[in-house]
Nanobody, 115 residues
Framework: QVQLLESGGGLVQAGGSLRLSCAAS????????MGWYRQAPGKQRELVAV???????NYADFVKGRFTISRDNAKNTVYLQMNSLKPEDTAVYYC?????????WGQGTQVTVSS
């Protein structure tokens, strides 16, 4: 079993920034994929940004140029730097990790962007 501990959510005004962190209880050095998804009320969960094999990154079109995913293998942590936040970015953000043993989700962290 792998635990994912998220932090960094909160309330911010439009145009502001937040940085989310996701610390894994197991090494992420050779992980298959790790990243962030979000779910707004009444909507399906959607991909935000993710590292895939070989440390390639994949971003949703709606965050390109605003959000940056990064990782610190020594700390088993993935970050999501969110800039130029918009009210439509309001959602619960979930960390996701895919190991050869299975797929794991964090408990989610709320991000609220006020207009």
């Amino acid at each position: 079993q792998v635990q994912l501990l998220e932090s960094g959510g909160g309330l911010v005004q439009a145009g502001g920034s937040l940085r989310l962190s996701c610390a894994a209880s197991r090494s992420i050095f050779s992980i298959y994929a790790m990243g962030w998804y979000r779910q707004a009320p009444g909507k399906q969960r959607e991909l935000v940004a993710v590292f895939t094999s070989g440390s390639k990154t994949n971003y949703a079109d709606f965050v390109k140029g605003r959000f940056t995913i990064s990782r610190d293998n020594a700390k088993n942590t993935v970050y999501l730097q969110m800039n130029s936040l918009k009210p439509e970015d309001t959602a619960v953000y979930y960390c996701n990790a895919v190991y050869n043993a299975g797929e794991y989700w964090g408990q989610g962290t709320q991000v609220t962007v006020s207009s």
